[in-house]
């Protein structure tokens, strides 16, 4: 019987460590009790560019004047914004914004050649 054996290059570390569903809500208060819920932890709260924002464990709550974050699918919470900025440069992906700092790390919005736009957040 023979064996196969597969040479084929190691891929890198990821640069991804989490990744943050978004979801906008009228009223962050009366929606963090079903999220603190459902994630078993409590809501951590912060305010950034006029937004309420709360981290309840894999969910981002955003209330307030939105409008201006709604066309990003998703927080990715990342080890190095370098890696991201790599990557993006070689797919063809292009800086919509940053980066620059934010309340949680340095941060940059991209948007991906398919079109898909992303907040990436670099974590200490």
């Given at each position: 019987?023979?064996?196969?054996t597969?040479?084929s290059?190691?891929?890198?570390?990821?640069?991804?460590?989490?990744?943050?569903?978004r979801?906008?809500?009228?009223?962050?208060?009366?929606?963090?009790?079903?999220?603190?819920?459902?994630?078993?932890?409590?809501?951590?709260?912060?305010?950034?560019?006029?937004?309420?924002?709360?981290?309840?464990?894999?969910?981002?709550?955003?209330?307030?004047?939105?409008?201006?974050?709604?066309d990003?699918?998703?927080?990715?919470?990342?080890?190095?914004?370098?890696?991201?900025?790599?990557?993006?440069a070689?797919?063809?992906?292009?800086?919509?914004?940053?980066?620059?700092?934010?309340?949680?790390?340095?941060?940059?919005?991209?948007?991906?050649?398919?079109?898909?736009?992303?907040?990436?957040?670099?974590?200490?």
């Open positions: 019987m023979e064996q196969s597969d040479e290059p190691a891929r890198p570390r990821s640069p991804i460590v989490n990744v943050l569903v979801v906008f809500v009228d009223d962050l208060d009366a929606a963090l009790p079903l999220y603190e819920s459902l994630a078993g932890t409590e809501a951590e709260r912060f305010t950034f560019r006029g937004v309420q924002l709360a981290r309840v464990g894999p969910f981002l709550l955003l209330a307030g004047d939105t409008a201006a974050y709604r990003r699918s998703a927080t990715i919470e990342v080890r190095d914004l370098d890696e991201v900025l790599r990557a993006l070689e797919a063809g992906g292009e800086v919509v914004e940053g980066p620059t700092p934010g309340p949680k790390g340095a941060r940059l919005i991209a948007r991906h050649p398919d079109g898909a736009v992303f907040e990436y957040i670099e974590i200490a």
